[in-house]
């Protein structure tokens, strides 16, 4: 073989594994999440509404960004069209995030589609705005979807995806009460999706609320928010992780985990290690390259 050639196979060979040498299956990040939390788990990584930090939140190619960066989860956010089509949003109106102006449900699909989102800098892209069945079969395989914004539309959500066949790399959440949520998993089929309860730990009626869950419906992963660090918030902790389940935290901002976020962190990384020391396993964050680093350097990521 002429050596310029076999060079330069050897080369687009090393390029293309290289792209995808962080991804793996969405099976097997389920299999971590479903698996009962210990000490020596590794810690899931999950990107707030993609990686907007340099595409815009909730766009395809912010998702697409994430995955290729080795992200095990990816959080957005869901709305839906005046025509009944869920797109990916997080308020309920797309000022902020586009050039346009109004509520999501006063648009229609083809409405919507004329829009241009805006980046993390308020900077206009060209990227629009997708819809979560074009997200499912970007990520068909290839990731975990966190959903959030959306148990209110679940039977739609459903139906998604299971016409993609991506149901089971699914986790939605809400802050409902388990009675509510289970009468609505039960009518809609949803136990092949992974549900996670959001748990405002120090809020009145809380404690109760998870213990209803723990008790009646115990969850893969519970996302427990926290605004001060308290010897509840221990407690609920060692709970948690006592049934089994796994502890999410977000480190986004101060209200969600007690001040414990990735601005401290970029500053002292041993922020990521309280979280943790205290048994959490799963991280939301705003920056999971950062992050990713971090627990590679532990031995703590794939």
Known sequence: MNKNIFYTLLLFFILV??????????????KTI???SRKSSPIT????RGDWRHFPENSLKGIESAIQKGIDVIEIDLAMTSD???????????????NGKGRVDSYTLDSIRTLRLKNGWGGLSHYG??????????????????IDKGFDYFPQVYALTEKTGTTSQIIIKSGYPYKKVKAVLDTQTGGKMIYMPIINILKEGQEEMLDEYLKNMPCAAYEIVFPRLTPKVNETYSKIISSGGRVWVNTLWNSLCAGM?????????????????????????DRPEMLIQHLKSKKLHR
């Open 129 to 146: 705005i997708p819809t979560l069945e074009e997200v499912l079969n970007l990520v068909k395989g290839r990731v975990v979807i966190n």
């Open 261 to 285: 976020t990735d601005d401290a962190a970029a500053d002292d990384h041993k922020i990521y290690d309280q979280h943790i020391e205290m048994g959490a396993t799963i991280i939301q964050t």
């Open 45 to 48: 990584v999950v990107a707030h």
């Open 84 to 98: 009944s089509v869920l797109v990916l949003m997080h308020d309920r109106t797309v000022d902020r995030t586009t």
């Open 34 to 36: 479903l698996s009962p």
């Open 17 to 30: 594994c290289g792209a995808n040498a962080q991804e793996i299956s969405s099976d097997k990040i389920v």
